[in-house]
């Protein structure tokens, strides 16, 4: 796993990123000028990228940043809405035109004209609704849901989608026609673990967000930034922004997010990392001194356990899967023979050193 270089901490007004998107990341700053330069025309945008990474972030920018800026932003999620209601909520319908339509509903399309509106998921969308959208893409007209007339709009179409569109399109699943012409302007949105410097920077501002809407002000100890910054968030931003709202809102009185704070498979993650991180070894003409390597790598996984336990001996047994007297007479033969993890072992009770807890004797 590649290092992370943290940068010095910025001022507090200091920008972090650009429209309410943090990042300062070179592939964000290419993105971020993509957005200042297709932003005030009418080039149809998609966005693709794993979930959570901000794709909606980017059309609002875009839209933010445009000539229809005074117009709706309409953000319709195409894989949230069940196919037989997806037609109705994007064109609108008529009176009677179904069971349940007891008057006619504008669509989102009609709600958007002279703005901009956002297609999210647009994989999910049926052939069926794929033929009505590029009739639109192509002359902005449309027809609801029982209607035999055609309405009008003049609408900036920004998609995006989770898939891989082109794979799609081979696979006869998304009509290629249509793919073209939303692909004016493609923008990939890269996932969290491929910007792991732009991690304290959405840390600090997600806090400062949280705080904004009347949640209490937290901060993160140095070792759970660090823990953070190296976590491959599968989930990206969205995952990071869930938990550090669940920090703030579960934390502690201290306002200071502790490594002994996170989820424990965040945790366990930084200590494989750091594992993997250790090998191989760099074998000298001298070789390598085996039985050391092999007792270094014994404290590391008995110090995880302890911090995951909390420092509870029994518990980290558990997880270690030896009896509770074995692990103690580990314990015992550690301190005895000194070391980084024996001056753990031989810290008082309360003495912050694991995971922000003092080991727990039993």
Do not use: Y
């Given at each position: 796993m590649d290092d992370v270089q943290f940068e010095p901490e910025q001022v507090e007004d200091e920008p972090l990123g650009f429209e309410g998107?943090?990042?300062?990341?070179?592939?964000?700053?290419?993105?971020?000028?993509?957005?200042?330069?297709?932003?005030?025309?009418d080039a149809t945008v998609l966005i693709t990228g794993d979930s959570g990474t901000g794709k909606e972030l980017v059309a609002a920018a875009l839209h933010r940043l445009s000539t229809r800026a005074a117009g709706r932003f309409v953000p319709?999620?195409?894989?949230?809405?069940?196919?037989?209601?997806?037609?109705?909520?994007?064109?609108?319908?008529?009176?009677?035109?179904?069971?349940?339509?007891?008057?006619?509903?504008l669509g989102r399309f009609k709600l958007a004209d002279h703005g901009t509106i956002f297609l999210d998921e647009i994989g999910e969308m049926s052939p069926k609704l794929q033929v009505k959208l590029l009739r639109v893409l192509e002359d902005g007209r449309f027809e609801p849901v029982g209607s035999v007339g055609t309405q009008q709009v003049d609408v900036r179409i920004i998609a995006a989608t989770n898939r891989t569109l082109d794979e799609a399109v081979a696979a006869k699943q998304f009509r290629e026609d249509l793919f073209y012409r939303l692909c004016v302007v493609p923008i990939e949105m890269p996932p969290l673990r491929r910007r792991r410097e732009d991690i304290p920077?959405?840390?600090?501002?997600?806090?400062?967000?949280?705080?904004?809407?009347?949640?209490?002000?937290?901060?993160?100890?140095?070792?759970?930034?660090?823990?953070?910054?190296?976590?491959?968030?599968?989930?990206?931003?969205?995952?990071?922004?869930?938990?550090?709202?669940?920090?703030?809102?579960?934390?502690?009185?201290?306002?200071?997010?502790?490594?002994?704070?996170?989820p424990p498979h965040v945790v366990a993650a930084q200590a494989s990392g750091e594992a993997s991180a250790a090998m191989p070894w760099q074998f000298g003409a001298a070789g390598i001194d085996f039985y050391r390597e092999m007792e270094a790598i014994e404290d590391r996984i008995i110090a995880q356990a302890l911090r995951l336990s909390g420092g509870n001996k029994k518990e980290a047994a558990r997880l270690l899967r030896v009896n509770r007297t074995t692990l103690l007479e580990k314990l015992k033969r550690k301190r005895a023979q000194g070391g980084a993890l024996a001056a753990l072992l031989g810290a008082p009770r309360g003495t912050e050193v694991v995971g922000g807890h003092g080991w727990i004797e039993g």
């Open positions: 998107i943090i990042g300062r990341h070179p592939t964000m700053e290419a993105i971020f000028e993509v957005i200042r330069r297709v932003a005030p025309t319709v999620h195409c894989g949230a809405i069940p196919e037989e209601l997806l037609e109705s909520e994007m064109f609108g319908h008529e009176r009677g035109a179904f069971t349940g339509a007891v008057a006619s509903r920077l959405l840390v600090r501002g997600v806090l400062g967000q949280l705080a904004a809407k009347g949640l209490p002000r937290f901060d993160v100890a140095p070792a759970a930034l660090e823990v953070l910054a190296r976590h491959s968030w599968p989930g990206n931003v969205r995952e990071l922004r869930n938990l550090l709202e669940q920090m703030v809102v579960l934390g502690r009185p201290e306002h200071v997010i502790e490594v002994h704070d996170l």
